[in-house]
């Protein structure tokens, strides 16, 4: 599937949880590995979902994508991991448009990382972008 162009920032959303305000074991019920990844871009056309990637490490996980409302990146989500929707949407951040991009940018320089300025943290969302890319997730 030939990912779209998207101009209006306002239908880009990320909606995640991370330590601050859940601990291991919440974080391990969203955690996504790559089988749970694949299953996840193939439903999310079912979602109205054609861009997206997740970023899902041992501090949090997270859904960035273009969707009509958060609510439809979380449903998504939540329907290949072990916790709730319910619960989910209790913890989570959720943020769009402009907001949405300086918490990526943020996530990526580290600066929303538990050990202020983890490097290891840009590579792993190089990875998520990657191989939502090569599924044709992303432009």
Same mark, same amino acid.
Request: a negative charge; glycine letters at 8%.
């Given at each position: ?47 109205? $979902?054609?861009? *997206? =990637?997740i970023l899902s490490t041992c501090?949090?996980?997270? !859904?960035? %994508? ?34 949405? $991009?300086?918490? *990526? =940018? ?8 538990? !050990?202020? %300025? ?14 939502s890319k090569e599924q044709g997730?992303?432009?």
């Amino acid at each position: 599937m030939p990912a779209q162009q998207h101009t209006d920032i306002s239908t880009f959303f990320i909606a995640g949880i991370n330590y601050k305000k859940s601990d291991a074991i919440i974080r391990g019920q969203y955690a996504i590995n790559p089988d749970q990844y694949t299953a996840l871009l193939a439903e999310a056309p079912q979602y109205g $979902i054609k861009e *997206l =990637f997740i970023l899902s490490t041992c501090n949090r996980t997270e !859904i960035y %994508g273009f969707a009509q409302s958060a609510q439809e990146l979380c449903e998504l989500l939540c329907s290949q991991t072990q916790g709730s929707l319910e619960n989910f949407t209790s913890l989570a951040y959720i943020k769009n448009g402009r907001k949405a $991009i300086e918490h *990526l =940018f943020d996530v990526a320089a580290g600066l929303d990382s538990q !050990i202020l %300025g983890d490097y290891e943290i840009i590579g792993q969302i190089k990875k998520a972008f990657k191989f939502s890319k090569e599924q044709g997730f992303v432009g």
